[in-house]
């Protein structure tokens, strides 16, 4: 299969040339309400139901299977290898459970398809997202990364985490615009969230449990903080701020994808992010020069509410400061 290797730079000519997947209605000046907008300040997520539409979806579900199917591009990813135990028969052990294949292997995770695809990147500063995340952020945003998982049956989810600790956005946060693109619910791997935890510092990694998660650093849920998860049908948008501890676990299901496409965002008064991350976007299609940002500070420290140190980890996975996961 051939790599695509992303050179085409982001323009505002490149957002014309998209073909007609997506129709956004004229004059979006409101996405959400004041509920809305009072849950995202308390919770630090919110959902746009039915943002996109059914024909809308429909489009942009054939085109990411059918550039899934055409090829490998710069950055795909299957997620870290299983556990031997847990999907591979190792060469020379005497005992194995069968070998499993990885479903990620035929369906790794895209990245920053915005860069080489119009599509892509025209669904990233749809004017939708801009007005909510204008709404949610009470400023312009800047875009900086798309992604599509697949999750096909059997995949394994993402371990929880905050994007602040891959994006490095200073000063403030990143933002996410999740757009379903299946029925999502715990039997296909939804997302799952820790609502209030936006308010958090970066906090330090540990390791993840690999047989469920894709990636290998995870974050533990604060004591006194419930995980719930986030239910969703095609053409809704989950909102959620960079800093709120989210993930999710694996497709149970046999026979249903999850698939979701997802634009990252920063607040328009950031200065720096991380180099990954670069070039950024103007939601008019034009760019943006800013900073990038060092490898990021120290881990967080939890504190109850009196001030205690509830919990401190050492920084082990990935000191080097990595792309998104
Ligand atoms: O879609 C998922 O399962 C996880 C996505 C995620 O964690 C993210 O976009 O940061």
Known sequence: MAIVT???PTTAT???????????????????DAVELERYERDGFAIARGLFSAAEVDALRAHYMRLRTEGSYAGDFAGVALPAAAGQATAGAVSVVDPKPDPLVKYPRMI????????????????????????????????????????????????????????????????????????????????????????????????????????DTTVP????????????????????????????????STDRFRRSLIGHYITGHAEQVAKFYHPIVRMDGSTVELAVSERGGPCGRWVDDDGEVVELYDPAVRPEGPEHE
């Open 112 to 215: 920053h398809m915005h860069r080489w695809d119009d599509i892509s990147l025209r669904w990233m500063i749809d004017p939708r997202i801009a007005t909510a995340l204008r709404q949610l952020c009470g400023v312009d945003p800047y875009a900086v990364q798309t992604m599509m998982y697949f999750k096909p049956a059997g995949a394994r989810g993402q371990a929880m985490h905050q994007d602040q600790f891959y994006l490095r956005v200073q000063p403030g946060t990143c933002m996410a615009a999740w757009l379903a693109l299946d029925p999502c619910d715990e039997d296909n791997g939804c997302m799952k969230v820790v609502p209030g935890t936006h308010n958090l510092p970066i906090l330090c990694t540990e390791r993840a449990n690999t047989v469920e998660s894709f990636t």
């Open 14 to 32: 490149a957002v014309h040339a998209a073909t007609g997947v997506l129709s956004p209605p004229s004059g979006v000046t409101r996405v959400f």
């Open 221 to 252: 849920i604060p004591p006194g903080k419930k995980l719930v998860p986030v239910i969703m049908q095609p053409g809704d948008v989950f909102f959620f701020n960079g800093s709120l501890i989210h993930g999710s676990g694996p497709n149970f």
């Open 6 to 8: 992303p050179t085409t």
